[in-house]
């Protein structure tokens, strides 16, 4: 266990290099294995080319007719609590967007920066070249990335809350970030 805890703090300290960020280059490479996880999971897979590794004693949550007309598609979280993190409310959603004139990571990046995201940082996570994001104000950070297939959409990963001064609550939000992994739908 000390082994996967110290493996996801290298992880999350890649992402959060954000400061430091490179133009034009990915600030860090990341390869998700299950066993990288504090959790039990399983593979959630999405028909838009991806797929997340979450706790399977998280449960699917509804989507409002307001959160998909605002591009929300999919919503997950423990319920208020779960065996890994207590009594803490954790939850993820996923979300897209038209990319408009945003092209390349630099552009996602800045867009981000520019919605007053901090901590950004442009990563590739199992292959996929992403913008890394924190929004402390509203607690939660995630990902975001161009569709695999449909390059003038933008697909996000949001998991709340941030985790900063709980350790457990910080590992498994890693490890769902972490976790994007390309998904060919049959």
Known sequence: MKQVKRILALALAAMLLAAAGLADEVNGHINFTEDLAPYEGRWVTFQDGFKLFMPTSWTRLDVSEAQQQAGLFYRAGNGGSDDVVGEVPMGVAVSFIKAGNLATLDDLAANFTGAGFGEINKLEINGFPCVSFVKADGNY??????????????????????????????????????????????
Do not use: E, M, W
């Open 141 to 186: 950070r995630g990902l975001a990335f161009y569709h695999p297939k449909y390059r003038n959409y933008i697909l996000a990963v949001y998991v709340t809350p941030i985790g900063i001064d709980d350790r457990a609550v910080n590992d498994v939000g890693s490890a769902i970030l972490c976790s994007l992994s390309p998904f060919q739908a049959k």
